[in-house]
């Protein structure tokens, strides 16, 4: 079966600073591999997925995310973080139909 | 396009009492998608439909859980004789089956239900 370990609970950083959240996966076939983000009180989001292809993946806000399957870890980078990237984040692969999903972690940006 | 629209937003009631949820997909969807979220934790697959059809169903459906999608549109969840331990986010998501590709999924807001 598959799993996903996001390897930092919590990660405090300051406005501006750069970002990085871990996730390693665990798979001996080809996934599909995602991030997804929940602001308070909100559903998931997808932020951004590897399918095929580039391994750099981007979204529109600024994060990426690298697909390195030698090391099978997807880990999501900013280069500089908003007060408003405050949020939970979560890591997760695709198993047949279903996602399995990591157990997040609380990005908090500060002034 | 609404997305996905869960209801209600949250529940609270007494333990050994019956609870039912409503998921509304997005309407061109034809997957639907339960997912359970305790605190703490990421979202936990529980079952999903493909129309009406319920094609997977997690172990972690207990035999008091029950989902239904009768006319391939809205889902319900049921759990019958609330425990404590249902505390949990119920989460909702839908997709459109492609074939030979990724499906996404589109989550809803989720149902908070509290078992006092």
């Known amino acids: 079966a598959q799993s996903v370990t996001q390897l930092d609970s919590q990660v405090p950083v300051f406005e501006e600073a750069p970002v990085e959240l871990r996730c390693n996966y665990s798979s001996s076939v080809s996934v599909y591999l995602f991030w997804y983000v929940q602001y308070p009180n909100q559903g998931l989001q997808l932020l951004l997925k590897y399918l095929s292809g580039s391994t750099l993946v981007e979204s529109i806000n600024g994060f990426e995310a690298e697909f390195n399957k030698s090391q099978t870890s997807f880990h999501l980078r900013k280069p500089s973080v908003h007060i408003s990237d405050t949020a939970e984040y979560f890591c997760a692969v695709s198993w047949g139909s279903a996602l399995i999903f990591g157990k997040g972690t609380t990005l908090s940006v500060s002034s | 396009d609404t997305g996905v629209s869960q209801d209600p937003r949250h529940k609270i009631t007494k333990r050994g009492q019956n609870v039912t949820f409503r998921c509304d997909p997005i309407s061109e969807h034809n997957r639907l998608y339960w997912y359970r979220q305790t605190l703490g934790q990421g979202p936990e697959f529980l079952t999903y439909f493909q129309n009406e059809a319920q094609l997977e169903k997690s172990r972690l459906l207990s035999d008091r859980f029950s989902a239904e999608r009768p006319k391939g549109s809205f889902s319900t969840l049921e759990i019958q004789r609330t425990e404590q331990g249902d505390s949990a986010m119920y989460l909702c998501?839908?997709?459109?089956?492609?074939?030979?590709?990724?499906?996404?999924?589109?989550f809803g807001p989720g149902t908070r239900l509290t078992v006092l």
């Open positions: 998501a839908s997709s459109r089956k492609r074939e030979g590709r990724h499906n996404e999924q589109f």
